[in-house]
């Protein structure tokens, strides 16, 4: 697929996760993702939301149990890993020693 803004990648991670609108937010202040687009519904939970980096898309929602989407953390963890390439990743992550 091909948009106003280049290639875009073939497949997309959907992420559900707790606290969408703040791991929105690290995405762009620690990892340098653009916000594209968000949907919130009335008490500010992200129903939908897409950041990018490139030319790749993470789309990613709050979790909502009622529904059947759980995130990682009350699921007691997961099997996904979502990798990133920044120009300097110790600056983006400090070595802890």
């Known amino acids: 697929m091909v948009t106003?803004?280049?290639p875009r990648s073939t497949a997309t991670p959907y992420l559900i996760v707790q606290g969408a609108a703040e791991a929105i937010r690290w995405y762009g202040d620690v990892l340098g993702l653009?916000?594209?687009v968000r949907l919130a519904d009335r008490t500010g939970k992200v129903m939908h939301a897409e950041v990018r980096l490139?030319?790749?898309s993470i789309m990613l929602a709050d979790e909502f149990p009622e529904m059947g989407?759980?995130?990682p953390r009350s699921l007691g963890g997961s099997p996904v890993s979502i990798l990133f390439y920044v120009?300097?990743?110790d600056a983006v992550f400090p070595p802890r020693c």
């Open 69 to 71: 989407y759980r995130s």
């Open 4 to 6: 106003e803004s280049g």
């Open 34 to 36: 653009n916000e594209v």
């Open 87 to 89: 120009p300097d990743a």
């Open 54 to 56: 490139g030319n790749s």
